[in-house]
């Protein structure tokens, strides 16, 4: 689910990043929106793997990550923190500075890794969103724990979408460079 979330989001920031001149405000904002769901994604990311190498049974039960994932994951985790790292630095420091051209080349390694791991797991997407345990037992602990993702879910895009509110008025050092979305 929070996968789904971030291709959407990241979807609509890459698409003004092609258009940064005239979207420039809604990139800034999205930018920092992104924040509570990919720290929420890396979260559920880094417990199940520790869950996995700790020997936890039902995570040892399911058995390994897929071997490229245990390799791209530390990689999409270190170029999406860099990427929206920057992208913080950037907004608080304004327009010049070394951070522009970091932000940058993060975003282009981010991007490089970012289309492997789609392309790994579209195909399977529409299985992992619809896919139901066949044992009651099951159904209902999944049932709580799904409730307890989507609130996970939501409450990480609402923190987000504060965090851009909060922080929108740093675009102000940006000058009129690519108009307001507000």
Do not use: D, N
């Not at 920031?13 to 990139?27: A, K, N, R």
Request: net charge positive; charged share 10%.
């Amino acid at each position: 689910m929070t996968g789904t979330v971030l291709l959407v989001l990241f979807s609509v920031e890459v698409i003004t990043t092609l258009l940064m001149g005239s979207l420039f405000g809604l990139h800034f904002f999205l930018g920092i929106v992104l924040i509570g769901p990919v720290c929420l994604k890396i979260g559920s990311t880094v417990w199940r793997f520790a869950r996995y190498y700790t020997g936890s049974e039902p995570y040892v039960r399911r058995g390994p990550p897929p071997t490229m994932q245990r390799v791209l994951g530390p990689v999409l985790i270190i170029t999406s923190v860099g990427v929206l790292g920057t992208g913080v630095l950037l907004a608080f420091s304004g327009p010049g500075g070394p951070w522009g051209r970091l932000h940058q080349l993060f975003f282009y390694l981010w991007l490089i890794v970012v289309i492997i791991h789609v392309v790994h797991y579209l195909p399977k997407l529409p299985q992992l969103l619809a896919s139901r345990p066949a044992e009651r037992a099951i159904q209902a602990a999944a049932a709580a724990g799904s409730r307890t993702r989507w609130l996970l879910l939501i409450g990480s895009v609402i923190a987000g979408l504060v965090l851009a509110v909060l922080t929108y008025h740093l675009r102000a050092s940006w000058g009129s460079w690519g108009g307001s979305i507000l």
